[in-house]
């Protein structure tokens, strides 16, 4: 009888904390204003970018957070206009935040918001450990403290320009993968470009419905 009292006390527990989590959904959160000056010139942050997979166990901040999205999609025109160049001005990306480790910021997978620099909150549970697996279990994804996921909506630039915007997409996500990467090394962070996984496989583990075209792993260099 004990037993079963403490399992049903344990299923109540339970049904509370994601009931709790699930409230947190569509939960927006400014984030601290970035940057636009660093001590690192452009020229030195393209010279030292290189593929970084080992990271130290140590969390990252807001403000590394904050930097690095604004310089993957982050608006910087009255009009719209983003740090990485799009066919159009169309912007068929949406960038994903995966956390696992960061101050100041409970783990779970969050949405870009570039228009106002705010993340919203999508999932209250680290996926990092799905996310690997779905890439065919590269460790450095789960080792990561974060995932920047750029995620593409195709239709959005095939609409405008038939079978090309699939070409003009694919450069855009480019775009804003040098950008996260020469950011990192402006901040000392460590980054690598992932782009195997199993693409159904990583749409379901982050709850979304666009493509995920890039996945990159970011922390505090080991060296």
Same mark, same amino acid.
Not at 55 to 60: D, N, Q, S, V
Not at 101 to 113: A, N
Not at 123 to 140: G, T
């Given at each position: ?11 109540? &527990? *339970? ?9 947190? $959904?569509? %939960? =927006?959160?400014? #984030? ?80 870009? &918001? *570039? ?9 209250? $549970?680290? %996926? =990092?450990?799905? #996310? ?92």
């Amino acid at each position: 009888m004990r037993k079963n009292k403490l399992i049903l006390l344990l299923v109540i &527990l *339970s049904s509370l904390l994601i009931a709790q989590a699930d409230k947190l $959904k569509g %939960v =927006r959160m400014k #984030l601290p204003a970035p940057r636009l000056k660093s001590e690192m010139s452009l020229e030195e942050a393209l010279s030292i970018r290189r593929s970084v997979r080992q990271y130290k166990k140590e969390p990252l901040t807001l403000n590394d957070v904050s930097q690095l999205l604004w310089a993957a999609q982050g608006q910087t025109t009255g009009w719209g206009g983003k740090t990485a160049p799009s066919a159009g001005a169309i912007y068929p990306l949406t960038v994903y935040l995966v956390v696992g480790e960061v101050i100041d910021l409970t783990p779970g997978v969050y949405r870009y &918001l *570039s228009n106002t620099h705010e993340l919203e909150k999508i999932s209250s $549970k680290d %996926v =990092r450990k799905e #996310l690997a697996e779905a890439a065919w279990n590269q460790e450095y994804i789960q080792n990561a403290p974060i995932n920047i996921v750029v995620a593409a909506n195709y239709d959005k630039m095939i609409k405008r320009y038939g079978k090309r915007g699939v070409r003009y997409v694919d450069n855009e996500v480019g775009h804003v993968g040098q950008n996260v990467q020469l950011q990192g090394e402006a901040l000392g962070l460590g980054s690598v470009i992932i782009g195997a996984f199993e693409d159904s496989a990583a749409r379901s583990v982050l709850g979304i419905k666009e493509e995920v075209v890039y996945i990159i792993p970011v922390g505090k260099k080991v060296q």
